[in-house]
């Protein structure tokens, strides 16, 4: 079966830990998607933040998507080899006069900003130029009031108004690193993705990537965004809590767990391998079936707090 030439997928994971069972239900959504469309499928580490990045995570990620069946097209490709590509979208945001350096700490912003759904929206103070002398700075795009309407495959049509919703925000923190808005913005045009399936927590994000690739005339991608994994006290799985890794060594349950977590059936004979899973996940594969689930407040992205 020849891939399809109009759906390119991606899976994207952080090298902060292992594998863990959210990061496998997605991984499955976007994998299964991919194939069940005739798609090519590719991985991504996004290590760009290098200060969270942990020592041996990639390579550990990339074995237990191996150990669980997981197919990618092509080579694997690391957000930390490609800061020149930020680099230049980053200047191309000031040459068109949207970016500017910004001096506020975190505490600046908590004092004169009002509360958003992500956290602190960010009041502006830097937007008529930062305080002479000030380091280290961050640089900020500018947003505006206009509605930004993503359609979702899951969760339907909405819009955001980005200034009102979370303000101004971060492309580059004051340390240096690209921030994730503007990076996955890049790579996702850089690798011609046309699809992606990804965790709910980032659905609030995908208005400022909208806005990013009209402003870097890129094309957006169509979205879909699948129901996150939550522990005890309603937060989303972290790999650096290093709780609930899954075991590469019993592939099989896992993946029929994330199944059902999908909101996919099973025939009333379960497949008795991880292969026969496959066969039949592509062959079944029912975006309509996956709930429409946000995570509450409080358990979104660390994509978020760079706002």
């Known amino acids: 079966m020849a891939p399809s030439p109009s759906y390119r997928g991606r899976f994207a994971p952080s090298p902060t830990g292992p594998l863990h069972f959210g990061s ?20 991504r580490i996004e290590d760009v933040d290098q200060a969270r990045a942990v020592a041996g995570a990639a390579d550990d990620i990339l074995r237990t998507l191996e150990a669980f069946g997981f197919e990618w097209s092509g080579g694997i490709a690391y957000q930390s080899h490609r ?9 191309r945001l000031r040459r068109l006069g949207v970016a500017y350096d ?33 380091t280290p700075q961050a640089v900020r795009v500018q947003t505006h009031d ?24 971060v492309v580059r923190r004051a340390d240096g690193y690209f921030a994730y808005q503007l990076a996955v913005v890049v790579d996702d045009a850089d690798q011609a993705i046309t699809h992606v399936v990804r965790g709910a927590d980032l659905l609030w994000s ?18 879909a965004h699948v129901p996150v994994v939550l522990d005890a ?11 609930h890794p899954v075991d590469p060594r019993d592939p099989l349950r896992a ?30 594969w029912d975006l309509a079936r996956v709930p429409a689930l946000a995570p509450p407040v409080g358990a979104v992205s660390g994509a978020a707090e760079e706002s």
Do not use: M
């Not at 206009?146 to 925000?169: K, M, N, W, Y």
């Open 206 to 223: 995908t208005a400022r990537q909208v806005y990013l690739q009209a402003l870097l005339e890129l094309p957006t991608p169509r979205y």
């Open 255 to 284: 993946l029929l767990a994330a199944w059902g977590f999908l909101g996919q059936t099973l025939e009333s004979e379960q497949p008795a391998s991880p292969a026969e899973l496959w066969a039949f996940a592509i062959e079944r």
């Open 83 to 91: 800061t020149d590509r930020y680099r230049d979208a980053l200047d």
């Open 233 to 243: 006290a309603g937060r989303k799985l972290s790999k650096r809590d290093l709780a």
């Open 102 to 134: 910004c001096a506020c700490s975190r505490r600046d912003i908590a004092v004169a900003a009002r509360r958003g759904v992500e956290g602190p929206i960010y009041p502006g103070q830097c937007r008529q130029g930062a305080p002479l002398r000030a």
């Open 24 to 43: 496998l239900v997605a991984a499955l959504a976007s994998c299964v998607d991919a194939r069940a469309n005739r798609g090519e499928w590719l991985v």
């Open 146 to 169: 206009q509605p930004i309407t993503v359609t979702d495959a899951v969760f339907g049509t909405h819009s955001q108004r980005l200034e009102s919703a979370v303000g101004d925000f």
